[in-house]
């Protein structure tokens, strides 16, 4: 699955206030047999979306549909537990391009940031307003905006800065992967070799 460039999203919101969320319970364990990226969105959050018979859970806020878009409004400290790239891969297959929150386990972040998935960490503060804007109006959208690395509620227009790696911001921006992203300055290398070895 090619890595779609990313600049500017402007989305409905998904918010999801748990916190501690680990990566079994984005992908839990029996679904990771398959090597490629594709058709782990089925299994998203699989324990919470289905019932022991396979029947969507009514209170699980992908099974309603008056939550929808892109932005996914996680709680603190979301993407704990084991390493597994697949949590990344199956955020991105459901449709997700940015999940939000006020902190992220650092193996996700950047298996995120290797796949296409923006993880936006924002202030405590500034996350608590925005479930309490989208859950008043899920029709509120928020604006993220990489190059210049802001989100902003679209509604009061209230902005907040994040942080991200200058190389995954490049990446992310052309829609390289690290793979890409060498051979995209494959020439530089070369003449580097070249001279270096004169």
Same mark, same amino acid.
């Given at each position: 699955?090619?890595?779609?460039?990313?600049?500017?999203?402007?989305?409905?919101?998904? #918010?999801?206030?748990?916190?501690? =969320?680990?990566?079994?319970?984005?992908?839990?364990?029996?679904?990771?047999?398959?090597?490629?990226?594709?058709? !782990?969105?089925?299994?998203?959050?699989?324990?919470?979306?289905?019932?022991? /018979?396979?029947? #969507?859970?009514?209170?699980?806020?992908?099974?309603?549909?008056?939550?929808?878009?892109? =932005?996914? =409004?996680?709680?603190?400290? !979301?993407?704990?537990?084991?390493?597994?790239?697949?949590?990344?891969?199956?955020?991105?297959?459901?449709?997700?391009? =940015?999940?939000?929150?006020? !902190?992220?386990?650092?193996?996700?972040? /950047? /298996?995120?940031?290797?796949?296409?998935?923006? #993880?936006? &960490?924002?202030?405590?503060?500034? +996350?608590?307003? +925005? !479930?309490?804007?989208?859950?008043?109006?899920?029709?509120?959208?928020?604006?993220?905006?990489?190059?210049? &690395?802001?989100?902003?509620?679209?509604?009061?227009?209230?902005?907040?800065?994040?942080?991200?790696?200058?190389?995954?911001?490049?990446?992310?921006?052309?829609?390289?992967?690290?793979?890409?992203?060498?051979?995209?300055?494959?020439?530089?290398?070369?003449?580097?070799?070249?001279?270096?070895?004169?």
């Amino acid at each position: 699955m090619p890595i779609e460039k990313f600049s500017t999203i402007i989305s409905t919101c998904v #918010p999801m206030p748990i916190e501690n =969320v680990d990566t079994d319970q984005i992908i839990p364990a029996r679904f990771l047999k398959a090597t490629s990226r594709e058709g !782990f969105g089925d299994n998203l959050f699989r324990d919470w979306r289905y019932d022991k /018979n396979d029947q #969507p859970k009514a209170d699980f806020v992908l099974n309603n549909k008056t939550w929808t878009g892109t =932005v996914l =409004v996680a709680g603190k400290n !979301f993407g704990s537990g084991s390493s597994r790239e697949h949590a990344a891969w199956a955020l991105y297959d459901y449709g997700f391009r =940015v999940v939000v929150s006020s !902190f992220f386990a650092d193996i996700f972040k /950047n /298996n995120a940031l290797n796949n296409g998935l923006l #993880p936006v &960490q924002v202030s405590d503060g500034f +996350l608590s307003d +925005l !479930f309490k804007e989208v859950k008043a109006d899920p029709a509120l959208k928020v604006k993220v905006d990489l190059e210049n &690395q802001t989100i902003t509620l679209m509604s009061s227009g209230k902005s907040e800065n994040f942080d991200i790696n200058p190389y995954k911001k490049t990446c992310m921006l052309k829609g390289y992967d690290d793979i890409d992203y060498l051979l995209s300055i494959k020439d530089n290398i070369l003449h580097f070799e070249k001279n270096k070895m004169c």
